[in-house]
């Protein structure tokens, strides 16, 4: 059982179920210490099943600091969200990064409206992968990387191309020091897929975590929640740790997110 939760969705994004005030909750309810909300960014395309409407973004803000104090004397609650690096959005991603405590870096297209994440099946995707992270990261617009292998989703086979992607990776989180997630969410939830080299998870990926063990990266768990019913089940998050069982990963889970990300908010004011 996690007693913080940095990666936390509301039925704002179109594809959760249940209110703030119901994760809150439930989260005091399964003895969690500390929750952060992330919700899906809003652009201004309207994405309805994806992302939370443009329109909802201040009441999203105002809901989770009034709950923030309503609860305070129970849990430490944080207003983040889960941004991708599209540079056409800048100037949004750029007021999303002033407004909120924190952002995890969930990059689910390689560009705004483009290709997925979920559909990537070449070496040359995989570089433009881990490029957009890294253009994230040196721009200090994220704090964590949320489900860093989210891109072998499709992905056929575990190549020297992975292996190299997860090092690109594993560097880059050690050189702006923010953590890889360890993700709970739909990838495990899916359960096991076949591959063309056999059965895993979409993610997370084993072959990446074997790199960021072995580079001892700052690995933070995440569940990744849509359902707050989720908070009283460690099935997902057991299925998560399976994944990387015998790896000497740098596993925090009571990472503090917040101090580091207060250090990189300051440049953009
Ligand atoms: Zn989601
Ligand atoms: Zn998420």
Not at 43 to 59: A, G, K, R, S
Request: aromatic fraction near 12%; proline fraction near 6%.
């Amino acid at each position: 059982m996690l007693t913080t939760n940095w990666h936390t969705h509301t039925k704002r994004c179109g594809h959760a179920v249940g209110e703030e005030e119901e994760y809150v909750v439930s989260a005091i309810h399964a003895g969690l210490k500390t929750l952060g909300f992330s919700e899906h960014a809003a652009y201004p395309v309207p994405d309805p099943t994806e992302h939370m409407p443009v329109e909802e973004i201040n009441e999203y803000f105002r809901t989770v600091r009034s709950l923030k104090e309503k609860y305070k004397d129970q849990i430490d609650i944080h207003l983040g969200m889960e941004v991708e690096y599209y540079p056409d959005q800048w100037e949004l991603l750029s007021r999303y990064r002033k407004e909120t405590d924190y952002c995890i870096l969930g990059q689910h297209s390689l560009t705004f409206r483009g290709k997925s994440s979920y559909r990537l099946k070449t070496p040359e995707h995989l570089k433009e992968y881990a490029d957009k992270i890294e253009e994230a990261c040196r721009h200090g617009l994220c704090d964590m990387i949320a489900h860093p292998d989210v891109a072998l989703y499709s992905y056929p086979v575990i190549d020297d191309a992975v292996i190299y992607t997860a090092e690109r990776l594993a560097e880059i989180s050690l050189r702006y020091d923010i953590p890889l997630e360890l993700n709970a969410g739909s990838g495990v939830q899916r359960g096991l897929v076949l591959y063309d080299d056999g059965p895993r998870y979409p993610y997370p990926v084993r072959a990446f975590f074997e790199v960021f063990a072995k580079h001892q990266c700052k690995i933070v768990p995440g569940l990744d929640i849509h359902d707050p019913n989720n908070f009283f089940t460690d099935k997902w998050l057991d299925r998560a740790f399976e994944v990387v069982e015998g790896l000497s990963c740098n596993i925090i889970e009571d990472y503090d997110i917040i101090t580091p990300a207060k250090k990189r908010k300051q440049y953009f004011r």
